[in-house]
C-alpha cells in the first residue's frame, strides 16, 4: 500500500477500541493541546479531534466513542461505524487492554472485517507483566497480518512508535496485508456464497462495506445494512433476503440459539485462539497481589461500603473546604475594595458604580470564587479517582440502591457532589453509558440541594423555624427525588437493568495525564459560562437600577401571591437566584431591612417554608443550566428547565393548600403538628399520584405491545411462500396469497 502525500503528508487516524482501555490517554499524549472537543453532529456523544506533527507528517486524529461492537443498539456504536465506513480514515490505531485481550479482540475482529488499515495497540502491557504474564506481539501479528506494539500509554511509552509503524506502512518499508478472518467451516460457507451472491448480483453498489462484513451483518439480522440494501433499490434484493432469513432459520433450529449468539461464539472462538498463542505466563508481581487484596476489600459485602463512605466523604469535604476558602478570599476581596470602588466611581448610588462593581466585577468574582473552585477541585479529584480504577466499584457498590429511585448505579457520583455544588454533578453525568442513564441523571442530580441552596434553608428556615422543619422540608425533597425517579425509569423505553461494569486493576494514578484532563474539562466553563455570567451580571444591574423588574412581581403574583400565599414582591428574588443562588436570601434580606423590619414579621412560618421549598425545587442556577446545555443539548436543558419549574410550582402549591385546609380543620394545634400532619397528607397525596401515573404508562406500554405483536402476526402470515414478498405485492401478481383481515 502505498500512497503519494509530497504535497501536505496529512493522514487521518481514528483511535477505537473498547471502553477503559487508554484510547483518551494516547490521544491525549498524541495531540497535546491541539484539541477541540465537541459533539458529534446532531448527538450528545462527545467527540475529540486533535493532531500532531512527527517525522514529516501531520497526524489528524479522531477519538472515537468507545464500544464493544460494531453493532447498531447504541449511539456511540452507530457513531463509530458510520465514521469508519463514511469518512474512511487512512489507518485505524485499535487500542486494546493486554489484560483483557481475548474480549477486547472480538471488537478487533469486526474491524478488520471492514478491510481497512489497522494498527495493534496492546495497552497497559506494564499490568500484564506485575499480573505475571507477557504477551507475544510477533504472534499476533502473524495470525491476524496487522502491526501490533506494547504501549503503556499513562507513561507515554510505545505511543509514538505507533506512528512510526504507520510511517514505515506509508514509505513502503512494510506493506500492509492483514490477514481475512476465517471463521468454522460452516459459518464460513454460508457467508462465502452470500457474499457471492451480493457480489454477482451488485446488490451492494458501493465499496463502503466489504463483502464479508456485508454478508456477516446481513446474516446477523443487522438492521443499518439492512437499511442500506433497501436504498438501493435492487431488483434482486427481495429473492436475497428471503434467501438469507432461511439460512439464518436452519442455522437458529441446528444450533438451538439465536443468529446473533451463533456469529458472536465464532469471533470468540478465534479471539480465544490468538489469546492462547501469544499469551505467556511468567512469575506473578508482588505488588500486584497487594492491589488484588485491596481489589477485593473494596467490594466487599461491608468493608467495600466503608472505604466508599470514607473516599466520598473525603472527597466532599476536600472539594467543597478548599471551594468555600477560595469562595471567602473572593468575598473579602470584593467587599474590602469595595469603598474605594465607591470613592472612584462616585459613590454607592451612581448607576456607573453599580454597573461596573457590582455588575461586572461582582458577576466576575462570584463565578471565579463561587464555582471554579467547586469545578477544578472536582475533576482533579474524579480523574484521580478514574485513573486509580476506583469510580467503576464505587457504581458496582451502590448500584442496587441507586435503582431503587430509578437510577444507574453510577448516579452516586454526581448526586453526592451536588450537595456541594451542581455544576460538578452535571458534568459527572459524563460518566454514564447511555444517552438515557445520562439524562435521568442530570435530572436527579440537579435536584440534590447545592451548597448555595444549603445555606438559604440554614439562614432562614434552620434561624428562625429550628432544624425540625429543616429535616422536614429534605424529607419532602427526598420523596419527589425518588418520585421523579420511579417517574423517569417508567417513561423510559429502555427496561432497569443490572449494572454490568469492567473492574479493572487497579494503578497508580499519573498525574500529569489528569493535570491535563483536568485542564480540557475545566477550561469549556473558563470560556463559555464564566462570560455568559459577567454578562448577565451587567444586565441584571440595568434592569435593577431602571426598575424593569418591578413589573415581573405583578407578572408573576398569579402565581407567588394566589396560588402560593408569598407576598408580591417576593416573585423579583426569585429570579436573582436563577443567576445565584444565594441571592434569593441575600437581597430578600437587604429589601426587608430596607423597609425597617425583621425577616419573622415580613414572612409568615408557613411563608418561609413555601419560599425555601421553591428555591429547592425551582430552576438550577445559571452556571448549572448552561452546563446541563452542553452536556445534553439546548431542547434537554429547556425541558429540564420547564420541569423543573412546573414540579416546584405544583409541590410549593400542594404543601400550601394541605396547609391551609389542616390549620382551617383545627386552628389550635401548635404549628409544629399542623406541618407534620400536612406533610403525612401530601406523602400520601404524592403516593398516590406516582401510583396512577404508573398505572397509565404501564396500560399504554401494553396497547403498544398487543399492536406490535398483531403487526408482526400480520407481516408473517402475508408473506407469500413463492415470491418472498408481502400479500399486496402478491395480490397484485395474482398469485395464490389470501388475504389476511386481522
Not at 361 to 388: K, N, S, T, W
Not at 629 to 643: D, I, Y
Not at 724 to 730: E, G, I, L, M, R
Request: glycine share 6%.
Amino acid at each position: 500500500m502505498s500512497k503519494s502525500r509530497s504535497e501536505d503528508k496529512v493522514i487521518h487516524i481514528a483511535l477505537a477500541g473498547n471502553p477503559n482501555v487508554g484510547k483518551s490517554v494516547i490521544f491525549n499524549q498524541l495531540t497535546g493541546m491541539s484539541q477541540i472537543v465537541g459533539n458529534w453532529p446532531g448527538k450528545t456523544v462527545k467527540k475529540a479531534e486533535g493532531k500532531c506533527k512527527f517525522k514529516n507528517y501531520i497526524f489528524k486524529i479522531v477519538d472515537l466513542p468507545g464500544i464493544y461492537s460494531l453493532s447498531t443498539y447504541s449511539i456511540e456504536e452507530i457513531i463509530s461505524r458510520e465514521y469508519i465506513v463514511e469518512e474512511k480514515p487512512d489507518y485505524i490505531i485499535n487500542v486494546i487492554d493486554c489484560n483483557q485481550l481475548e474480549r477486547n479482540l472480538f471488537f478487533t475482529t469486526q474491524l478488520q472485517m471492514l478491510n481497512r488499515p489497522m494498527i495493534l495497540a496492546l495497552n497497559q502491557y506494564d499490568l500484564l507483566l506485575q499480573r505475571g504474564f507477557d504477551i507475544d506481539e510477533s504472534k499476533i501479528e502473524e495470525m491476524l497480518g496487522i502491526k501490533a506494539q506494547k504501549v503503556v500509554a499513562v507513561h507515554n511509552r510505545g505511543v509514538h512508535e505507533l506512528l512510526e509503524k504507520i510511517i514505515e506502512i506509508e514509505e513502503d518499508k512494510h506493506p500492509y496485508n492483514s490477514n481475512s478472518i476465517i471463521f468454522g467451516k460452516e459459518i464460513e460457507n454460508e457467508l462465502q456464497r452470500l457474499s457471492t451472491e451480493l457480489k454477482f448480483n451488485e446488490i451492494i453498489k458501493d465499496e463502503r462495506y466489504s463483502l464479508q462484513f456485508s454478508a456477516f451483518k446481513i446474516l446477523e439480522n443487522d438492521d443499518h445494512i439492512k437499511k442500506h440494501l433497501i436504498d438501493n433499490n435492487n431488483d434482486q434484493l427481495d429473492h436475497f433476503l428471503y434467501i438469507v432469513e432461511e439460512k439464518r432459520k436452519n442455522l437458529e433450529i441446528f444450533h438451538g440459539e439465536t443468529i446473533s449468539t451463533i456469529l458472536n461464539s465464532e469471533i470468540y472462538n478465534i479471539a480465544h485462539k490468538i489469546y492462547e498463542e501469544s499469551i505467556v505466563l511468567k512469575k506473578v508481581d508482588r505488588s500486584f497481589k497487594v492491589r488484588n487484596f485491596f481489589d477485593h476489600l473494596t467490594i466487599h459485602s461491608i468493608f467495600g461500603y466503608l472505604i466508599l463512605a470514607v473516599v466520598l466523604l473525603g472527597t466532599y469535604l476536600l472539594i467543597f473546604q478548599f471551594g468555600n476558602f477560595v469562595s471567602g478570599l473572593m468575598d473579602n476581596v470584593f467587599l474590602k475594595f469595595t469603598p474605594n470602588a465607591e470613592q472612584i466611581l462616585g459613590g454607592a448610588e451612581n448607576w456607573i458604580f453599580k454597573l461596573i462593581w457590582n455588575g461586572f466585577v461582582g458577576g466576575l468574582l462570584a463565578g471565579i470564587g463561587g464555582v471554579l473552585p467547586f469545578v477544578i477541585p472536582f475533576y482533579f479529584f474524579i480523574e484521580i479517582l478514574q485513573d486509580i480504577g476506583y469510580l467503576p466499584r464505587a457504581a458496582y457498590l451502590m448500584d442496587r440502591f441507586m435503582h431503587r429511585i430509578g437510577v444507574h448505579g453510577k448516579t452516586i457520583i454526581p448526586v453526592l457532589l451536588g450537595f456541594g455544588c451542581s455544576v460538578p454533578a452535571v458534568s459527572a453525568c459524563a460518566i454514564m453509558e447511555t444517552e438515557n442513564q445520562r439524562k435521568s441523571s442530570i435530572v436527579i442530580s440537579t435536584m440534590i440541594p447545592c451548597s448555595a441552596i444549603t445555606t438559604i434553608v440554614l439562614g432562614l428556615v434552620a434561624k428562625y423555624l429550628g432544624l425540625g422543619i429543616t429535616a422536614i422540608l429534605y424529607l419532602i425533597l427526598l420523596a419527589v427525588i425518588i418520585s421523579i425517579g420511579k417517574i423517569l425509569t417508567l417513561f423510559s423505553d429502555v427496561d432497569e437493568s443490572e449494572l454490568i461494569i469492567e473492574l479493572h486493576d487497579f494503578r497508580v494514578p499519573n498525574f500529569k495525564v489528569i493535570m491535563k484532563q483536568t485542564w480540557f474539562r475545566s477550561k469549556e466553563f473558563v470560556f463559555i459560562a464564566l462570560p455568559l455570567m459577567v454578562i448577565l451580571g451587567v444586565l441584571m444591574q440595568i434592569f435593577v437600577e431602571f426598575n424593569l423588574l418591578e413589573w415581573m412581581n405583578v407578572l408573576l403574583s398569579p402565581v407567588t401571591v394566589r396560588f402560593l400565599g408569598l407576598p408580591i414582591g417576593i416573585g423579583v428574588y426569585l429570579i436573582y437566584g436563577i443567576l445565584r443562588k444565594e441571592l434569593n436570601l441575600i437581597l430578600l434580606q437587604l429589601f426587608v431591612a430596607s423597609l425597617g423590619l425583621s425577616m419573622v414579621d415580613y414572612l409568615s412560618p408557613i411563608q418561609m417554608i413555601i419560599f425555601t421549598l421553591m428555591t429547592l425545587l425551582y430552576i438550577p442556577c445559571l452556571a448549572t443550566f448552561i452546563t446541563i446545555r452542553k452536556e445534553a443539548g439546548r431542547k434537554f436543558a429547556s425541558h429540564v428547565l420547564l420541569f423543573r419549574i412546573s414540579i416546584a410550582v405544583i409541590i410549593s402549591g400542594s404543601v400550601y393548600w394541605i396547609f391551609q385546609l389542616v390549620s382551617s380543620l383545627n386552628p389550635s394545634w401548635m404549628f409544629g403538628y399542623q406541618i407534620a400532619t400536612t406533610v403525612l397528607i401530601f406523602f400520601i397525596f404524592l403516593y398516590f399520584v406516582v401510583f396512577l401515573i404508573g398505572k397509565l404508562i404501564k396500560h399504554r406500554r401494553k396497547g403498544k405491545k398487543r399492536r406490535y405483536h398483531r403487526f408482526k402476526e400480520f407481516s408473517e402470515i402475508n408473506r407469500c411462500e413463492n415470491c418472498s414478498k408481502f400479500n399486496k405485492c402478491a395480490i397484485e401478481k395474482n398469485n395464490k396469497c389470501e388475504d389476511y383481515e386481522g
